[in-house]
């Protein structure tokens, strides 16, 4: 299977100028914890085998979690990860998509040879179960990412249910989830049919060492380690897993530190009147222009040395992506944003 890359997005342009501020990134800014370093160059840790490793790794995420151990597979990354669900998901029939939404996952599940049925969220970017084609029940799968890539729209509790009770799987991909104030972890105690997405690139801060989970019934984990898992889990990411999980609390404060600045940069983008933030549950906020151009400000941004993702999707031309990074950041990018406006 194939290991994921780093976890960086997708640009509608190249930068021309070298960034110095990247607010593109979506990977923590303040992770890894110190510790994982010291894990990771520990040679008594490195020598135990694979498969002891990954049962440590699994008990630390079902006790963090508050799940059983045999609710929970793990795989090198999202890119091996999502394709091995994909291809359990989609023997039922088309897979369920909502976009506007990262283009990854989407092209992942064509691989997988997955017949696709895009469910266009609605003008607030919010998944609406009502909207869903009629077929008869369990005959499709549906794969939604909460919060959302690159909207920050979260799937709400009550259609999730809907959905949850139409489909034959509901694959829900929380990579995003430790910056929301809530998760979808009750519906996987309520149903046996919703699988839920981690990773430990984003949220840990580990882009150099791939590493995703799922949680998911027992007989839907046991079924898909017996068909789908061709190779063990890399032993340093899995070292480095292990370390995360040790230590939640560090991991959890810099989500908060995050999820306050993303508070912050939503009311001084208000603020500045040229810019319509839209309410966020992730590590970025997504504002969309009410003056000039994007390219114009791409070039701009670019002159500054300042990175933010510029979306490619169908209703997004006229978006910009800006995670939550510190208060430094912020006031940075408002500064350049103000000196954009004189020139308007």
């Not at 299977?1 to 923590?28: F, G």
């Not at 890894?32 to 135990?48: G, I, K, W, Y």
């Not at 070292?239 to 609390?249: Q, S, Y």
């Not at 940069?265 to 997504?286: T, W």
Request: charged share 20%; net charge neutral; with cysteine.
């Amino acid at each position: 299977m194939v290991i994921a890359t780093s976890a960086q997005p997708r640009t509608a342009a190249p930068s021309r100028h070298p960034a110095s501020l990247r607010l593109d990134l979506l990977a923590n800014p303040y992770a890894p914890a110190p510790v994982v370093r010291e894990h990771l160059n520990n040679a008594d840790e490195a020598s135990l085998p694979v498969d002891r490793l990954e049962s440590i790794l699994i008990a630390r995420i079902a006790r963090y979690h508050r799940v059983a151990p045999e609710t929970i597979i793990v795989a090198n990354g999202l890119a091996e990860l999502l394709p091995a669900l994909f291809r359990r998901v989609g023997s039922a029939g088309p897979l369920l998509v909502f976009p506007p939404a990262d283009d990854e996952p989407q092209r992942l599940a064509q691989e997988a040879a997955c017949d696709l049925i895009a469910v266009p969220r609605n003008p607030a970017f919010q998944v609406q179960a009502s909207a869903i084609p009629n077929h008869p029940l369990g005959s499709y799968a549906a794969y939604c990412m909460s919060p959302n890539d690159p909207t920050g729209s979260q799937l709400r509790l009550q259609d999730a249910v809907t959905i949850a009770r139409t489909v034959s799987h509901l694959v829900i991909d929380e990579r995003h989830s430790a910056y929301a104030a809530r998760d979808h972890l009750p519906l996987h105690r309520e149903f046996d049919n919703v699988v839920l997405i981690r990773t430990l690139e984003t949220w840990g801060g580990l882009p150099g060492c791939p590493l995703a989970y799922a949680i998911a019934g027992p007989a839907f984990v046991r079924e898909t380690r017996d068909h789908e898992r061709s190779g063990s889990v890399d032993c340093r990411s899995l070292l480095a897993g292990i370390a995360a999980f040790e230590h939640t609390r560090y991991l959890d404060a810099a989500a908060s530190k995050i999820t306050q600045e993303r508070v912050a940069l939503i009311r001084a983008l208000r603020k500045l009147n040229m810019l319509r933030p839209l309410p966020s549950a992730a590590n970025f906020v997504l504002a969309t222009l009410e003056r000039g151009n994007r390219d114009h400000l791409q070039s701009f941004l670019d002159s500054r040395g300042i990175a933010v993702h510029y979306p490619v999707q169908p209703g997004l031309e006229n978006a910009i992506r800006i995670s939550a990074c510190s208060a430094h950041a912020t006031s940075a990018l408002c500064q350049a944003l103000i000196s954009w406006a004189r020139d308007l």
